[in-house]
C-alpha cells in the first residue's frame, strides 16, 4: 500500500492553481503553491471583463488571490521554479528553486519609491509593453503579494556593479543585494500541475503587419487598452495618433486552426473573446462600429450564444464570415483588409484599427517543466492526457488541470482544477477538521457601549470608480459625517496592501466601525469583514456602500451625478454603521455522508471521487440501470465509451462505501448543509427509504430533444444522432448501405425557444461520420450546419471527415433545409433535401439515403422539482444555475448543495467527468470539517410581540422559521435562515427582525439623508 502524505504541491498560481490550492487548503491539507513570477493570479488580472456577464476581471479574482493569501494552510512560493521530482506517490520529494528577489518581503512596504528613481526602464510585461516599469517593480497593483522585486537580468547593480539607487532611497531598508536563490526539498504526496497558457505571438504571420503598422493589436493588448487599470485608463485610442477610433475589425483565429504554424486546433475562447471586446469598445465609444471577421462563431459555453445573439441584436456588431488574407496600412494610418467571403468574392474594407484574435498555446516554461519531470505532451506541445482520465498525466501521482493541458476558457479551468484535487486526494491523508482559532488570531475586541469611531475607505479601483466619481471629494465629504474618525482614498481597496492600511487605521484611530465605498458587497463584502477581524473588530461591525455598480457605472455620463449620489450611499452607510451590533455564528455540525442524484457517467464519477476520500455516499437512480446517457455511447475517437461505462458500474457496486439505490426516486429534501434528510421510493416496490447526509451532488444528467422538425416521425430513414450511432454500432442500416448521408445540425437548439448551443453535437456529428466512413467508405456525406463547433483538439477530427471527402453546406435560421419524401405515400421513401448553399450562391438538391439530425439536449423535467426541495436556482433553459459562471461553477448560494455533468449545461463525456470530480473535491471541503460556522444575519423573534400566526413560516423559502404550537411562537432554524428577510417584511406584528438589518439601523440609514433633497433629485 502507498505512503499518504498532508501535504501536497501545486505548480502555477493563475485561477486554476489558486483554485486548487483553496480546495486543498479547505480540505485541512498543507499546500505549497509554486509560482514563477513574482506574484499569483496567473492571465485573469490582465482581462478587463470577463463573459459573458461583463464582471470587471480582477474585481471577481481580487478576493480569490487575497483568501489563497490569507489561508493558513497555503505556502506561497513567488519566484520559484520546480527542478524536479523524485520518489514515489504519496511520498514525493520536489526541488524548488526559490530565486533570489533581492527585496526583503518582510521589510518591503510598497511605497513605490524604488521604481519611480530606477533609472532603467523596461517593456512593462503585464500591460503587454504598451507602458514602461523599472528595474525593481511588481507584476502589477494589485500584485499578492505586494513586496517588489529586483529583474537580475536589467538592474544596473547586478548586471555592472553600478547604481544602487533603490537601495538608498527605500525607507524601509529592504533592498538585499547579498540575497540567493535558495534550494529547497519539499516532501508532498501529490503534484498538481497549473502552469498556464500564453498568447501566440503573430508577428510571424506577415501579412497582417503586428509590429509593422501601429493600429494592428493582438486581443490582449486591446484588452490592457480597455482595462481602467490599463496604461490608457480605459480609454481606446489609436496608438499612431492618440485619435479614438470609429470602425474596428476584430480577426479570428489567428494562430488557431491553422496547419502552416503546426497549430490546426480550435483555442477555445478567443471568439467570446472578440465578442465581449467588440460590446465593451462599442460602450467606451458610442459612435464605433465592430466587425469581426470569422469562420465559425464557437459560443458554446452556457449562455454563450444569448451573448452572441445580444451582439448582434442589442449592440449592432457586424459578423462577417469569411477569411481575411492581407492587411495593408494607408497613408492616414487606416487599416485596409482584404479578405474572401464564402462564394469566393474578393471584399476590400478600410477600418481605423484591427484586433487580431490570437490563439492560445502552451507557455515555454510547460515544455520545460515537462520535459524535467518525465511527463508527455502531445504535437502542439500541451500535458497529454487521456480522454477518460483528463486530469492525469502520464507520470502516476502528477496531475494536470487549467489550459496546460488544453486551451480552456475560466470555468473549464476552475473545474479542471478542482477536479485534479478529487484526483490527488488518492494519495494524500484526509482527517477531519475541527473549528480552530487561527494561530497569529487577532483577540475580538469588546466595542459595546463604546462611542462609535467610525473609518470610512473610499476605492477608485483604477479608474473604474474614479473615472467617473471624484473619490477624493466623496473621502474629504465623509471626514464631515457625524462620528468619523478617519477617512481616506485607497486606489484598490481590495488590494494586499490596502487592506492592510486598512487594519494599520483600525488600530491607529481605535476605529470601531468600519465602512468601505467600492464595488459590489457579493463579492468583497467577506474579504473586508476578514480584514476588520485580523484587527479585532467584529467582522459584523462592517458595512459597504457600492458606489461602482450604483454610482460609476449606473451614471457613467453624469459626473456630477455619480458624486453625489456616492456622497448619499457614504452617508447612508456611515448612518447605519453607527448602530451595528457585534454578532455571533452558530456552529453547524458536518455529516460526513454525501447523496449523489443521478448515476450516469457524472454521478458514478462523482461517487467513486467521494468514496476514495474515505466518505460513504448514497447515488440514487430513477432508471433500472446505471449509466445514464453513457448506455448510448459507442464510439469515442477509438476509446471505447461501453467498456468505460462496464468499469464503472463493476466499480462502483464492489465499493462498500457507495450504497445504490436503482429505479428509485427523491421524494422529499429536507435540512441544510451538514445535516441533511432524504427520503426516497422505489418505483417498483413503493418501499420508501429515509438516510441523512452532509451533502447533495445533483448529476441528473439531461435527454435528447424531441423534434418535430425535418419530418422527424414520418420515415425510419429520419432519425437522430442517438439512433445513428445505435445503428453504426449495430451496423444494421434501414434500407441497406446508404449512398448518400445527410447530417443537418442545430436541431432545436440556438433558437427562440432554446437559445443555447448543446456544445457535443458538432463533435458528435462528425465523430459519426467519421465512423460511417470506416463502416461505407464510398458513402456521400452531406453536414448541413450553421456554425461547426469543434472546439479545441476536436478540429483535428474536422479536418479529417473534409479530408474524406465530406460535404459542409451552411445555413442560417432564415434559409433551413427543406425535407420531402420522395414518395408521399411509402414511409420508407429516399428523401429530397435542398438547401441554399453559400459557396456556390445556388440552391442545391441532395437526394438522400438517410437523414441524421443532430438534437438539442434538452433539461430534464424532473429538475423543477429537484430544485424546489434544494432551495436552487434553474436557468431559463430549465438547467441548474450556479453560484458564479466564472469562479464557481458547481456551487450553488446554496451551500452544501453542487452539481455536474448535463444537468448543469451541455457537455462532452471528459468535461462531464472533470466537473463530477470538481463537485466532488468542492463537497469534500465541508465533509472533511466537524463543523462550520453559519452566517450571522439571521432572523430573531421578539416573543412579546409575536402571536404564532404562521405567516412567516408560510412564506420562508428555506423551511427555517416555523411556530411551536405548544408556546405559540415562532421559532428559527438558524442553520437553515438564509438573511433573506422575507419573514421580516411579512410580519404583521413587527415581531421579527433581522440581525445586522433591524429597524433601528435601517431608519438610521434613511435618516442618514434630507428626504426633502431625496425627493428632489
Not at 576 to 592: E, G, M, Q, V, W
Amino acid at each position: 500500500m502507498s505512503l499518504k502524505s498532508r501535504s501536497v504541491m501545486v505548480v502555477g498560481a493563475g485561477i486554476a492553481g489558486i483554485q486548487a490550492s483553496l480546495d486543498l487548503a479547505e480540505m485541512g491539507l498543507n499546500v505549497h503553491l509554486i509560482e514563477e513570477s513574482s506574484t499569483i493570479g496567473g492571465r485573469m488580472p490582465q482581462l478587463d471583463k470577463t463573459f459573458p456577464t461583463n464582471d470587471c476581471s480582477m474585481c471577481i479574482l481580487a478576493p480569490k488571490m487575497s483568501e489563497c493569501a490569507r489561508h493558513p494552510n497555503i505556502k506561497i512560493h513567488i519566484k520559484s521554479t520546480v527542478n524536479s521530482v523524485m520518489g514515489n506517490p504519496g511520498d514525493f520529494t520536489v526541488e524548488v528553486i526559490e530565486h533570489a528577489k533581492y527585496v526583503d518581503p518582510e521589510k518591503c512596504v510598497a511605497c513605490g519609491l524604488c521604481e519611480e528613481k530606477c533609472p532603467i526602464k523596461l517593456n512593462d510585461e503585464f500591460d503587454m509593453d504598451l507602458r514602461k516599469r523599472g528595474a525593481i517593480s511588481r507584476y502589477f497593483l494589485q500584485s499578492i503579494p505586494s513586496e517588489y522585486t529586483i529583474d537580475k537580468n536589467h538592474c544596473l547593480f547586478l548586471t555592472k556593479g553600478v547604481c544602487r539607487i533603490c537601495e538608498k532611497v527605500c525607507p524601509a531598508g529592504a533592498i538585499n543585494f547579498a540575497d540567493k536563490d535558495k534550494n529547497l526539498k519539499i516532501k508532498v504526496g501529490a503534484v498538481i500541475l497549473a502552469s498556464g497558457i500564453d498568447a501566440y505571438n503573430p508577428i510571424h504571420i506577415g501579412q497582417f503587419g503586428y509590429k509593422r503598422y501601429k493600429n494592428v493589436v493582438t486581443s490582449l493588448e486591446f484588452e490592457r487598452m480597455l482595462s481602467a487599470s490599463g496604461p490608457f485608463m480605459g480609454h481606446v485610442k489609436r496608438a499612431s495618433d492618440d485619435k479614438e477610433p470609429k470602425s474596428i475589425a476584430f480577426i479570428q483565429c489567428v494562430g488557431s486552426r491553422d496547419e502552416s504554424i503546426d497549430h490546426d486546433y480550435c483555442s477555445s475562447a478567443c471568439c467570446m473573446f472578440a465578442i465581449k471586446e467588440a460590446i465593451i469598445c462599442k460602450e467606451h465609444l458610442k459612435g464605433l462600429q465592430p466587425s469581426v471577421f470569422y469562420m465559425d462563431i464557437r459560443a458554446f459555453g452556457k449562455d454563450f450564444d444569448k451573448y452572441y445573439e445580444k451582439a448582434k441584436s442589442q449592440y449592432g456588431i457586424k459578423f462577417i464570415k469569411s477569411k481575411v488574407s492581407e492587411i495593408n496600412e494607408l497613408q492616414n494610418g487606416n487599416l485596409n483588409l482584404r479578405y474572401v467571403l464564402e462564394n469566393g468574392k474578393l471584399q476590400f474594407a478600410e477600418f481605423d484599427m484591427v484586433v487580431l484574435s490570437v490563439g492560445l498555446q502552451p507557455r515555454k516554461n510547460s515544455w520545460e517543466l515537462a520535459e524535467r519531470l518525465d511527463i508527455k505532451v502531445n504535437e502542439y506541445g500541451f500535458c497529454r492526457s487521456d480522454a477518460f482520465t483528463p486530469l492525469r498525466t502520464s507520470k502516476e501521482g502528477i496531475y494536470v488541470c487549467g489550459a496546460m493541458n488544453a486551451p480552456k476558457d475560466i470555468p473549464e479551468s476552475v473545474i479542471s482544477a478542482s477536479g485534479a484535487v478529487a484526483e490527488a486526494v488518492k494519495y494524500l491523508r484526509l482527517e477531519r477538521q475541527e473549528i480552530t482559532e487561527k494561530k497569529d488570531a487577532v483577540p475580538e475586541k469588546d466595542v459595546i457601549g463604546e462611542r462609535p469611531r467610525i473609518g470610512t475607505f473610499i476605492c477608485h479601483c483604477g479608474i473604474n470608480i474614479a473615472g467617473v466619481v471624484d473619490v477624493k471629494d466623496v473621502a474629504e465629504y465623509a471626514k464631515g459625517l457625524p462620528n468619523v474618525e478617519h477617512s481616506e482614498d485607497l486606489m484598490y481597496a481590495c488590494s494586499q496592501d490596502c487592506m492592510n492600511t486598512i487594519k494599520e487605521r483600525i488600530k491607529e484611530h481605535n476605529l470601531n466601525r468600519v465602512v468601505v465605498a467600492a464595488c459590489t458587497p457579493r463579492t468583497h463584502e467577506p474579504l473586508f469583514r476578514e480584514t476588520i477581524s485580523e484587527a479585532g473588530l467584529n467582522p459584523y461591525l462592517f458595512e459597504m456602500a457600492n458606489i461602482r455598480d450604483q454610482c460609476s457605472w449606473a451614471h457613467m455620463n453624469e459626473p456630477e451625478l455619480a458624486t453625489a449620489k456616492s456622497k448619499d450611499l457614504v452617508n447612508m452607510g456611515v448612518g447605519k454603521a453607527r448602530n451595528l451590533t457585534p454578532l455571533k455564528r452558530l456552529p453547524i455540525s458536518i455529516n460526513p455522508k454525501a447523496l449523489v442524484i443521478g448515476a450516469g457517467l457524472s454521478g458514478m464519477t462523482a461517487a467513486q471521487s467521494l468514496a476514495t476520500a474515505g466518505h460513504e455516499v448514497y447515488l440514487v437512480e430513477r432508471e433500472e440501470e446505471l449509466g445514464g446517457n453513457l448506455r448510448n455511447i459507442y464510439f469515442n475517437f477509438g476509446k471505447d465509451p461501453q467498456k468505460l461505462l462496464q468499469d464503472f458500474i463493476e466499480n462502483v457496486s464492489k465499493n462498500k462505501l457507495i450504497h445504490v439505490f436503482k429505479n428509485s426516486d427523491i421524494q422529499k429534501i429536507d435540512g441544510y448543509v451538514g445535516n441533511f434528510k432524504t427520503t426516497i421510493k422505489n418505483k417498483t416496490t413503493k418501499k420508501e427509504q429515509d438516510f441523512e447526509h452532509g451533502v447533495v451532488v445533483i448529476t441528473t444528467g439531461a435527454e435528447e430533444h424531441k423534434t418535430k422538425e425535418y419530418q422527424y416521425g414520418k420515415s425510419g430513414r429520419i432519425i437522430t444522432q442517438v439512433e445513428f450511432e445505435e445503428i453504426l454500432h449495430k451496423k444494421e442500416f434501414p434500407e441497406g448501405k446508404p449512398k448518400n448521408v445527410v447530417i443537418i445540425q442545430c436541431v432545436g437548439s440556438r433558437e427562440q425557444d432554446r437559445m443555447y448551443c448543446s456544445r457535443i453535437c458538432c463533435t458528435k456529428a462528425i465523430k459519426n461520420a467519421l465512423t460511417l466512413k470506416q463502416l461505407v467508405p464510398a458513402v456521400n456525406i452531406y453536414i448541413i450546419y450553421r456554425d461547426i463547433r469543434t472546439y479545441g483538439f476536436r478540429e483535428k477530427y474536422y479536418s479529417q471527415i473534409r479530408d474524406q471527402g465530406a460535404m459542409f453546406i451552411n445555413y442560417t435560421p432564415e434559409s433551413k433545409p427543406e425535407v420531402k419524401l420522395i414518395d408521399k405515400v411509402d414511409p420508407n421513401s429516399r428523401l429530397k433535401v435542398n438547401v441554399f448553399d453559400p459557396i456556390i450562391d445556388n440552391e442545391v438538391e441532395i437526394e438522400a439515403d438517410l437523414l441524421v439530425l443532430s438534437t438539442a439536449v434538452d433539461a430534464r423535467p424532473e429538475n423543477i422539482d429537484l430544485a424546489r426541495m434544494l432551495k436552487v436556482p434553474l436557468n431559463a433553459d430549465g438547467m441548474f444555475l450556479e453560484a458564479h459562471v466564472k469562479l464557481r461553477p458547481v456551487d450553488f448560494a446554496t451551500d452544501g448543495v453542487f452539481v455536474a455533468g448535463l444537468a448543469h449545461s451541455p457537455k462532452d463525456m471528459d468535461e462531464s467527468m472533470m466537473q463530477a470530480k470538481a463537485a466532488a473535491s468542492r463537497a469534500l471541503t465541508f465533509l472533511n470539517k466537524t463543523e462550520i460556522l453559519a452566517e450571522g444575519t439571521i432572523t430573531e423573534v421578539n416573543e412579546n410581540r409575536c402571536t404564532g400566526c404562521g405567516y412567516c413560516e408560510e412564506i420562508c423559502a428555506f423551511n427555517a422559521i416555523e411556530v411551536d404550537l405548544e408556546k405559540e411562537i415562532a421559532v428559527v432554524n438558524e442553520a437553515l435562515c438564509k438573511g433573506c428577510g422575507a419573514c421580516v417584511a411579512a410580519c404583521r406584528c413587527s415581531a421579527l427582525d433581522l440581525r445586522g438589518f433591524s429597524n433601528e439601523q435601517l431608519f438610521s440609514t434613511f435618516e442618514a439623508l434630507d428626504l426633502v433633497d431625496v425627493l428632489g433629485k
